[in-house]
């Protein structure tokens, strides 16, 4: 049996990551503040991953075959889970995002587009502070990934994951769509939106638990074949009023968040195609804003 660490995973696609690899047969360990209850069947130690004194403490001797980190956002964290798990795996999977490519615009992004092996790191930048973190996001994640990458204490694997849609999403940005346009109300969007990548909730899930078994290293695209704008997203919901104004809508981009996921697809993961899944995803949202709007 393999034995794996799970790195937060306790809400939205984290915690499906979890239970898929505990009902595949995987001995699972999850590492948390336990703020939420890890599923059953697995094993949970709590711990704040920012203290690297306690996280050592609380794994005490433990080894993986392979760990996910589905909560690592600066290079300072990364420095730590660095020393903390050298000697622990073999394998390092860190979830990065498509915001590593923010400062980029253009034709689908492939993964040299941003070499964290080149990327500069800068630990003494205000990390602990949530409004500057909140701020350079994206740019937490490249530097991230850079520190890993930069050690051989272990296979580092950034899976750059696309806009996740589906299932609990605890950041209500599908919601804005579904209650503007229930409404009757317009979609602030921006005067040409761009497209972007998107990835299916279950389907993110299963690509974290296929890269951690996997043997290739390094970054990969995690995105589902196609892209959307936000004009085609409103289709996808119903009729719309568009205009323009200051507060525009979280899937409306300036610019090219659309990434090439060939690298993936030919290491032998298959991705299903936007199309596939879109309307079920937009049905649960609906579903939802209706329970939400519902007489108590």
Request: contains cysteine; hydrophobic residues 45%.
């Amino acid at each position: 049996m393999s034995e794996m660490c799970v790195i937060g995973g306790s809400r939205y696609f984290g915690r499906r990551l979890i239970e898929n690899l505990r009902d595949a047969g995987t001995a699972v360990t999850v590492v948390n503040r336990g703020s939420a209850p890890a599923p059953e069947g697995v094993t949970h130690l709590r711990a704040d991953r920012d203290d690297e004194d306690a996280l050592r403490r609380v794994l005490g001797d433990r080894h993986f075959d392979a760990v996910i980190d589905q909560v690592c956002y600066t290079p300072v964290q990364a420095a730590v889970a660095l020393r903390v798990f050298a000697g622990r795996t073999t394998r390092y999977v860190m979830t990065s995002t498509v915001e590593v490519y923010a400062h980029l615009d253009g034709p689908p992004h492939a993964e040299d587009a941003v070499d964290p092996a080149a990327w500069p790191v800068a630990t003494d930048l205000p990390w602990d502070d949530p409004a500057f973190l909140d701020a350079n996001y994206g740019e937490g994640k490249r530097q991230a990934e850079a520190v890993f990458t930069r050690d051989a204490a272990f296979g580092f694997v950034g899976v750059r994951t696309a806009h996740v849609l589906g299932g609990a999403d605890f950041t209500g940005r599908l919601a804005h769509y579904v209650r503007r346009i229930r409404a009757g109300l317009p979609v602030i969007v921006h005067d040409d939106p761009r497209p972007a990548s998107f990835i299916h909730e279950p389907e993110i899930a299963r690509f974290l638990a296929w890269a951690a078994r996997a043997d290739f290293t390094g970054p990969v695209n995690a995105a589902s074949h196609g892209t959307l704008d936000v004009r085609h997203l409103c289709a996808a919901i119903g009729e719309t009023v568009y205009a323009v104004g200051a507060d525009t809508s979280p899937f409306s981009f300036d610019r090219g968040y659309a990434m090439d996921n060939g690298r993936a697809t030919a290491l032998g993961f298959r991705f299903s195609h936007i199309a596939d899944w879109l309307p079920s995803v937009v049905q649960e949202a609906l579903a939802g804003e209706e329970r939400t709007c519902a007489p108590a």
